[in-house]
């Protein structure tokens, strides 16, 4: 205690090396949500002292974890143990003073507040009514030098970069919690020597006995500074891997739920058409490396990658919902600029995204109306389609997709997600496109419309549509793609043809190996 009766504020002290009892142990966690089973019997355990990686695609139940773990949800069904004793966190408040913080990709303290302001905000010494900021200050600098950062703590946060900001985060939420810390694409905005900076600061909270929960898609990080990793897909635990002991091959296998071995390919035509697409040196600082095709008729490229790899950055420049900072593009022969998606559609472009429900439907729409959308919008809002062609419209393509459905009238939010995605593949499809992009069209939804999905894409390739496939799933793009662009580091890094599409070789080219035999 100070003269004045205050607490003393002092840099966290170190802890016990790591033990043999787990510091956490999630057991059993489950988690619905309306039609979905977000989380299927999950564990994880976590080791005093350890770094330990949570992968996982898009939509594999990372997140919605991580926020059981932390009182953002309630879940449905298991156990959390902490530190030996069962726990409840009933909110992110309550999940720190249990001992588990998180800190996220885009840092949650206030810029214009002092970086001692952010490291001890709601927790001021006090002399009298007043701030104690001498004091302050100088536990603040005690605390980051502790780390090995050594900054004025009277300047504004937004003064430092990135990679300061998510150590003063990391500092913040170490003080308040002290046990368990969950870093949630901590170096997703950060150079190189950034990331050098915050995995010194991870080692050193790893020294005083911080377990850690590390969240990246960038796997060769995970190998530098992790120990163990598990990985989810499609909501269930599929491994948890000592990461001495497997290749970045065996980690990219288990996230995509395809063990290397021989695959027979789906037989499909090679006859193409006439080149559509020329694009040549289409790139976007800081979000995506030069990126080059040639497209034709008839045919279907695959894009293939893990997350964060640059599949749906490259489908987004292409279709003009980012805006290239270099590039070129021909279509038939004939140069074309695509600033925005109307000028896309305009040229015969369609994309359909990869989170449909906040990029895709328009949840309160009717289903009728999600499909006319981009077909009216071509046409100009002020001259509205007649509803006798809307309604041939609509008709036509739930009985061409087969779309299940009470009636045309009912929102498009109340189908199922297989549903949903064929309500607005129906939208593009209605506007009679030349070159239709996919992102992800099969991600989270049920058997049965996953293989319509997939028959749709065969038959479209063969009524001459051109179309640009972004999918994580393999033997999809095995059974259906003419050529597979392979990316990582949202850059292209290879490409695939003919008998060298296998599931085995897309995996290898992910990783970073040679590939292996071509398909017989």
Known sequence: MTDDGNPT?????????MLEAPMLEAKGISKFFPGTIALDDVELTLHRGEIHALLGENGAGKSTLIKCLTGVYRRDGGEIMLDG????????????????????????????????????????????????????NAAARISLKSFGIDIDPTQPLSAFSVAIQQVVAIARAVELSGKVLILDEPTAS????????????????????????????????????????????????????????VS?????????????????????SNVVGKTLLEIDGLRKTGMLEAFSLKLREREVVGLAGLLGSGRTETANLIFGAVRADHGAMKLRGHEIRINNPRNAVAHGFALCPEDRKTEGIVGDLSVRDNIILALQARQGWMRPIPRRKVEEIAQHYVRTLDIRLANLDMPVRLLSGGNQQKAILARWLATDPDFLI??????????????????????LREDGMALLVASSEMEELVAYATRVIVMRDRRQVGELTGDEITSNNIIHAIAAEPMVEPAS
């Not at 504020?9 to 090396?17: N, R």
């Not at 296998?253 to 290397?260: E, F, K, N, V």
Request: net charge negative; proline share 6%; with cysteine.
């Open 9 to 17: 504020l002092e840099a966290p002290t170190p802890e016990a090396p």
């Open 248 to 268: 970045q091959k065996d980690i990219v296998s288990l996230m995509l739920g395809r063990q290397l071995e021989a695959r027979v390919r789906a037989p499909k």
């Open 438 to 459: 996919l992102d992800e069209p099969t991600r989270g939804i049920d058997i049965g419309a996953h293989a319509e999905i997939i028959a749709l894409i065969n038959r």
């Open 85 to 136: 004793e069962a726990v409840d966190p009933l909110s992110t408040h309550h999940s720190q003073t249990l001992g588990i913080g998180t800190v996220y990709q885009e840092v949650n303290l206030l810029p214009n507040l002092t970086v001692a302001e952010n490291l001890y905000l709601g927790r001021q010494p006090m002399r009298g009514p007043f701030v104690a900021r001498r004091a302050m």
């Open 190 to 245: 950060l150079d190189r020597e950034e990331v050098e900076l915050l995995f010194s600061v991870i080692r050193q909270l790893t020294s005083r006995g911080i377990a850690i929960v590390f969240i990246t898609h960038f796997i060769d990080q995970v190998f530098e500074i992790c120990d163990r990793a598990t990985i989810l897909r499609n909501g269930q635990v599929v491994g948890t891997r000592q990461l001495k002991d």
